[in-house]
């Protein structure tokens, strides 16, 4: 009997001595993690701190002194590219223009001058047509001075299955999309590698924290575009050069306007103008950024949530957009068909057509 007690016993002692260690391994796991846990925090705060309060306390910065007379922005006549355009001028740097029209572009670049007393210059240019353009825009940027690359002109059409797609169209959307950010950072880097001075800004998009359905193409293309971003980052930091790559959740500008789904938010969906002053004062500052705060936690939320999950929700709003976008298309159409037989009953359009 005696034997079995000293057996038990022995046996208990020996259990919870095991316990112990693994106490010991359990209080070392939950000690890593809370100091994990308060850094990661720490770590936070001070970048919400620096980056989205800091610049609202500082004075204004003199941006043509810190990267140089001019900054060109791509697609520039309209949305977040003008938007941009003006709060840069607004900072007294000289503005380079790229659009396809030169209408707007005059319209714009005389807006700029008269607002904000700088010197423009305008390039008209259809990125869709790929390499044919690029001579051209290099010949038109001799000489002067960029301190401010920004690479913003984008397309997306309304959401669509990839098959879907005309093979022109995917191709002018690489180039837009893709070409037109590698092409321009290709022409303009030299210099300011060679000034040890300048900032090159790269539109990607919040629809590339996880893939999109019906906008497999937008998505990617933006991906590509926040990769290339951060490796380029890598490359030139040591040369003096910001590398920043935005990621903007939804502005609203016409590229957003394809649906009645989308929150009406002014908040959420800020106003073109609104995004760029909070993006412009995040140079320099945050390499990588949504480049406004409500679209920060738009994207961290985003990030929390399992991809699988995210593309069924994408895929769901996706459809609703793209049936939007298609009785706004129809409705378009009956439109200007309508117009079109109204005109042809016009006594101008009879006596021509008489006339033929
Ligand atoms: N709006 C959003 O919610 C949102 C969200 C995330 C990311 N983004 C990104 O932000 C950037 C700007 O978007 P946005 O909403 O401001 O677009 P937007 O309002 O449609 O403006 C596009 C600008 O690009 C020009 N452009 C379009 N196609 C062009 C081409 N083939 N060649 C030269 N210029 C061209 C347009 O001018 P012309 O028509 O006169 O040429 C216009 O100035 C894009 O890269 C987009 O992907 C936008």
Redesign the pocket.
Known sequence: MAAVVDGFDLLFRQVSNGFHIYSEVLSLIGAYYVTKKVIVTCYRVQYVIRMHLYPKLRPKRDLVKEFGEWAVV??????????YAMELAHHGVNIIL????NE??RKVASEIESFYGVKTHVIK?????GSEIYEDISTKLQGMQIGILV??????DYPQLFLEMDADRIR?LI???IG?ATMMTKLVLPQMVERKCGVVVN?????SIHPSPQLAL?SAC?TY?DVFSQALEYEYKDYGIIVQT???????????DFGETMPRSRFL?PS?AVYAKHAVASIGIANRTAGYWPHAVQSWIARQIPRNTWMWGANILNSALRRQAEVRRKLKIVKSSSKGKLASKSPTAESASKSV
Do not use: E, H
């Not at 790229?98 to 029209?101: F, G, M, T, Y």
């Not at 935005?246 to 957003?256: E, G, N, Q, R």
């Open positions: 791509t697609g520039s006549t309209d949305g977040i590219g003008k938007a790229i659009s396809r029209s707007k572009l240019a259809d990125f869709s047509l690479n913003n002109v984008g397309a997306m002018q180039n837009i999309n037109a539109v990607s998009s919040g629809t937008y933006k575009v935005l990621l903007p959740s939804y502005v609203a500008t016409k590229m957003a969906i073109a």
